[in-house]
């Protein structure tokens, strides 16, 4: 297996463009993280997905977050419209199980810069 | 609600000296707990996880942690640090519980001096 998969890499954007990260989970994993990291605030879940269906968002910094799982092996991660504070690493996690017998397996993340 | 702290934001050890990482977490049962490493510009990556039975788990890269209840404590080792390990560590626990995240700690910074 590949392991998770994240896209872009980087991204870097002006303030008020829209944004969208990308992340392909573990084939089979029924459970989905999207996490950001940022020097100040550490490593944050945002929101999670179990097979599919959102049930956790209270992570959302705010409405211009939103995040959708149309199938089992797709997630995307949205903002609009960005801001400078919204510079982050975002990470991607799958799991078997919301603790993941083997734990949560992350993606490389996405390097998020707002000018 | 589980907790993790992670004591120390920053260690620095030579080369070839022993290593170990502080975690200490707050859970009223026998937690699942796990420690991640994360290189930079990297994802974290699983390094050993503790469920049950022998409380000293072994974990790639020559890592291990033992798990002692009395002192609610998770701390992570290694007999001969080198530098390839330079990189931030988390701790994390869970409850057992379905649909129980895990928490994580708040990462050490791991430095090594030649």
């Known amino acids: 297996d590949a392991g998770v998969i994240q896209s872009p890499r980087h991204e870097v954007t002006e303030m008020g463009q829209e944004v969208t990260l990308r992340c392909k989970p573990i084939s089979g994993h029924d459970y989905l993280f999207w996490y950001r990291q940022t020097m100040m605030r550490g490593l944050e879940l945002l929101i999670y997905?179990?097979?599919?269906?959102?049930?956790?968002d209270s992570g959302m910094p705010e409405d211009r977050f939103s995040a959708k799982m149309p199938n089992a092996s797709f997630s995307t991660l949205k903002i609009q419209p960005s801001e400078p504070r919204d510079s982050a690493v975002y990470f991607c996690?799958?799991?078997?199980?919301?603790?993941?017998?083997?734990?949560?397996?992350f993606g490389s993340g996405t390097r998020l810069t707002v000018v | 609600a589980q907790s993790v702290t992670q004591p120390d934001i920053h260690i620095t050890v030579s080369e070839g000296a022993s290593l170990e990482l502080r975690c200490n977490y707050s859970y009223g049962a026998t937690p699942y707990l796990f420690w991640y490493v994360q290189s930079p510009g990297q994802g974290l990556q699983l390094l050993l996880k503790y469920f049950s039975g022998d409380t000293l788990v072994q974990g790639i890269k020559g890592f291990e942690a033992e798990f002692k209840r009395s002192q609610s404590s998770f701390n992570l080792r290694k007999p001969s640090v080198h530098w390839s390990d330079a990189a931030e560590y988390f701790c994390?626990?869970?409850?057992?519980?379905?649909?129980?995240?895990?928490?994580f700690g708040g990462g050490t910074r791991l430095m090594v001096k030649p």
């Open positions: 994390a626990v869970g409850a057992g519980n379905a649909g129980n995240m895990l928490t």
């Open positions: 996690a799958s799991s078997l199980g919301s603790q993941g017998n083997y734990g949560y397996t």
């Open positions: 997905f179990n097979n599919n269906v959102p049930i956790d």
